[in-house]
């Protein structure tokens, strides 16, 4: 569950206050990136750093499925914004996984 939206494990394990930054920290990255015309990499035969970057799109988890749902998230290549709207899809995926991790150090005892 903690994958599936960013905080939720955190609220889970009853840490509201990180719950709540973590939330809303990655959604606010994620919908920036979508708002300057970022792409949602899906993985392309040939280039094999595009599953890196599809992985690294799917660990914003329901945000990702939301946005292809609603058709956003193409990507204009020729916005000055694009490297920029990617940078910040990419960097929201990655920081839910690694809250994921966190959730599951906590779980487990290894942190506070």
């Known amino acids: ?3 599936l939206f960013p905080g939720l ?5 009853g840490r509201r206050s990180r719950a709540a930054v973590f939330a809303a920290v990655i959604t606010i990255g994620f919908v920036t990136g979508i708002l300057v015309e970022g792409e ?10 595009s599953f890196l970057a599809a992985l690294a799109n799917l660990g914003s988890g329901v945000l990702f499925f939301a946005a ?8 204009v290549v020729t916005a000055v914004s694009w490297e920029y709207g990617n940078t910040f899809l990419l ?9 994921v991790l966190d ?3 906590i779980a487990v ?4």
């Open 1 to 3: 569950l903690a994958w």
């Open 9 to 13: 494990g955190h609220l889970l394990l």
């Open 40 to 49: 949602l990499i899906m993985p392309r035969a040939g280039d094999p750093l």
């Open 68 to 75: 292809r749902f609603a058709h956003l998230g193409e990507g």
């Open 91 to 99: 960097t929201a995926g990655m920081m839910n996984l690694l809250l």
């Open 103 to 105: 959730t599951h150090d």
């Open 109 to 112: 005892g290894k942190k506070d």
